[in-house]
């Protein structure tokens, strides 16, 4: 556990309340307080050039969603939409197991509002092709 890492995304949130334009949007609610992350990403050249997101629910949820936007900006669609909890975790610090359900929900929506990319026309698919080609 890093109390730091986490502190930082829970008090300076990362594109909280950013909705870039031309961006991509998935909700997706659950956990047990009834959380709801919006997250957004604006892709240009398959690369994620910005990202947003609104939370809802816990502390953790709006944590999580910081810590995704972190970590997905600069990076490729694909890569950004194979983010997971695990990855959202690590980025915080660690989570308690009560707050696991937060990094779920943050890369639930991130995988949806990636593979979703209207900008790229079809998502991961069409990345990987993008990006064989370049490789
Ligand atoms: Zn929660």
Redesign the pocket.
């Known amino acids: 556990m890093d109390p730091v890492a986490f502190e930082h995304h829970l008090t300076s949130p990362q594109g909280r309340g950013r909705l870039p334009a031309g961006a991509t949007t998935a909700t997706v609610d659950g ?5 709801r992350i919006r997250f957004s990403i604006a892709v240009s050249e398959d690369l994620v050039a910005d990202a947003g997101f609104e939370a809802r ?5 709006s944590a999580a969603a910081s810590a995704a936007v972190a970590l997905v900006r600069g990076r490729t669609v694909l890569e950004a939409a194979a983010v997971g909890a695990g990855e959202i975790t690590a980025e915080l610090g660690g989570l308690s197991p009560v ?1 696991l ?2 990094a779920q ?1 943050a890369a639930d929506a991130l995988a949806r509002a990636g593979r979703r990319c209207g900008a790229c026309g079809g998502g991961a698919v069409h990345a990987r092709r993008a990006h064989a080609g370049r490789a």
């Open positions: 956990g047990a307080c009834c959380d629910g816990c502390g953790a949820a707050k359900h937060a929900l």
